[in-house]
């Protein structure tokens, strides 16, 4: 198993009791000296003093990734994980950043994170955590989510995120709308989608969207 953002060994230590090989990330170097001299007696972790976005998390073989994240880079580490061949990632991570990744659509959380991480992958919101169960406790409530990476639906991921990216770009506005900084209205004018917002569209009719457009223009880079 890859653990990310091991800390002072809290999570670690209960994965060394299911894993035969466990490597811990760990960025801040006081507390990666903490983990060494914790489990010094254990040869089966291994301590990697490193960024976890700068890191090949493929290194150690297409193992299990799992992590309690750092809020500030929860959401990068997920877009990271999701893109690799593992056989799933098991994530702590910020419960309103949690409601995002399996929202439905229509409703409020729903939106271009939801979108980005249903293309790489399957989720699910496990269970929730309360401030209590943390030292000190944080101000806002967690939740354990479990990712499990698929084949992406189609060839072109990233011109597809573009195109979802720009489909979210201003949230109160329309398809049509949105869309008309790119493609001209005899592109999108006419799509039954036109007049609703990103936000009332399901991921697969997305995807159908995408289709249509990547057929008659490709979408500039930005």
């Known amino acids: 198993m890859v653990e990310i953002g091991a800390g002072r060994g809290a999570l670690t230590e209960k994965l060394l009791a299911r894993a035969e090989r466990l490597v811990a990330i760990e960025l801040d170097s006081y507390l990666a000296a903490h983990l060494r001299l914790r489990f010094k007696s254990d040869p089966r972790l291994e301590i990697v003093e490193a960024n976890a976005l700068e890191t ?45 990744l399996v929202a439905q659509p229509g409703t409020r959380a729903y939106g271009f994170l939801t979108v980005a991480t249903a293309l790489f992958a399957d989720v699910e919101l496990l269970f929730e955590v309360k401030p209590s169960a943390f030292h000190p406790p944080p101000k806002v409530d967690s939740a354990v989510v479990r990712l499990v990476p698929h084949a992406p639906a189609l060839d072109d991921t990233e011109g597809f995120l573009r195109f979802a990216a720009q489909c979210f770009r201003h949230k109160r506005k329309t398809i049509r709308n949105n869309l008309a900084e790119i493609y001209s209205q005899e592109v999108v004018g006419t799509w039954p989608e036109a007049r609703l917002r990103a936000e009332q569209i399901g991921f697969e009719r997305l995807l159908e969207m995408y289709g249509r457009v990547a057929r008659v223009e490709k979408l500039p880079l930005p």
């Open 56 to 100: 090949d998390l493929l290194l150690w073989g297409p193992a299990v990734i799992a992590g309690n994240l750092p809020y500030y880079a929860a959401t990068a580490i997920i877009g990271k994980a999701v893109r690799l061949p593992v056989p799933r990632a098991v994530f702590l991570i910020q419960k309103e950043v949690a409601e995002r």
